[in-house]
């Protein structure tokens, strides 16, 4: 087959590439340039998308004797990625930016140029396993990235290849020691790309502009502090409310709801954080189409943790209503909720969508 290898400077990317062509396939390496200031960006782990990082896979693109490119989706990125992630905030949810990346750059945006320039197939190196098309969890649970890949539909598996799903990593940094690639110890990046910093709060801050509210105790309506911007808050947030004094309990308060149009930041105990239904959009499933009944399923509502045995209901219109066996706290709108099989392993992914509502 005529693989894409996307290479984005790191020990993971390269690596899938070489067994991509271990594996006896024609591999050209690519390197997305996601930022129209690659110069400026991080030092170390923090972040990705950096000139280090073109200039790492291209050495490694040069170890492994493959053609090499760089594509400019700076433009795209900007629009589909970071634009998306700001609006979501200012909107009082809660986005992943990486889900985001995966579904509109990655595997849309890439794979559709990499088929109408005559590729099979895209190759990363995310920790995810594919079987018959089938999209399974990572054998390393710490590094599992199925979660993320949840959004990708049946036609797009089909053309993905995940070449180290089923290596643990420390044995992926093994390995890229032994085939003399410089970043077999290069640390893991980390945080949100596009903000090198990590300060997520003054970056929306610079973009959103103050737009000043209240906090509001839940139960009782009392105004506890004031605010400049519910883009400073998440559902779950129990640190930075702002409120100077403890509930009359003593028990710690958690943001419960935002509500962009009034500006108000409902606050409360953590019971009252426990979600029962999640409904969500955009829905898709790794089928191909929406089951015609219930289906039993596991929830996962974050990259790492949130599980929870649930039934999920297929609507109209690609939306979805997944109830909950067993609550969860912390479910916050513009999340996804990624959906898994209830068997022994408990590893394929059924599905997912973007969770929209709560109760």
Not at 82 to 100: H, K, W
Not at 229 to 239: D, E, M, P, S
Request: hydrophobic fraction near 40%; proline fraction near 6%; glycine fraction near 10%.
């Amino acid at each position: 087959m005529r693989v894409l290898a996307a290479m984005s400077g790191g020990v993971d990317s390269a690596v899938a590439a070489a067994r991509a062509v271990d594996a006896g396939h024609e591999v050209v390496g690519v390197h997305l340039a996601l930022s129209h200031a690659p110069a400026t960006l991080r030092a170390g782990s923090r972040g990705c998308c950096s000139r280090e990082d073109a200039d790492d896979a291209r050495r490694a693109a040069d170890i492994l004797d493959i053609p090499f490119y760089v594509w400019d989706f700076a433009d795209r990125f900007a629009e589909e990625v970071i634009e998306d992630f700001v609006a979501s905030y200012a909107a009082g949810q809660t986005p992943n930016p990486c889900l985001r990346c995966n579904e509109r750059i990655k595997f849309s945006a890439l794979l559709d140029r990499a088929l109408a320039l005559g590729f099979d197939a895209v190759c990363t190196g995310h920790y995810a396993r594919l079987e018959s098309g089938v999209l399974r969890r990572a054998v390393d649970l710490d590094k599992d990235q199925s979660y993320v890949l949840s959004v990708l539909t049946r036609d797009q598996l089909a053309h993905a290849m995940f070449p180290v799903g089923d290596t643990p990593k420390p044995q992926v940094r093994a390995e890229a020691a032994a085939r003399g690639l410089r970043v077999a110890d290069k640390p893991d990046s980390h945080d949100i790309c596009f903000i090198p910093t990590g300060n997520t709060r003054a970056f929306l801050t610079e973009r959103i502009g103050v737009r000043p509210g209240a906090v509001v105790d839940a139960e009782t309506g009392e105004e506890l502090a004031r605010h400049d911007g519910v883009h400073q808050f998440t559902i779950g947030q129990r640190k930075g409310l702002g409120v100077d004094r403890p509930a009359p309990d003593g028990r710690p308060r958690y943001v419960l709801a935002i509500e962009p149009a009034t500006g108000t930041v409902r606050v409360g105990p953590a019971e009252a954080l426990e979600v029962r239904v999640i409904e969500g959009v955009n829905a898709v499933w790794t089928s191909g189409s929406a089951p015609d009944g219930p289906v039993e399923c596991v929830a996962q509502v974050r990259a790492h943790g949130g599980l929870a045995r649930a039934v999920a209901h297929a609507g109209p219109d690609a939306t979805v209503r997944v109830e909950l066996l067993t609550p969860l706290r912390g479910v916050a709108p513009g999340q996804a909720v990624a959906l898994y099989r209830p068997d022994p392993d408990g590893d394929i992914v059924v599905g997912s969508a973007r969770i929209t509502a709560t109760r």
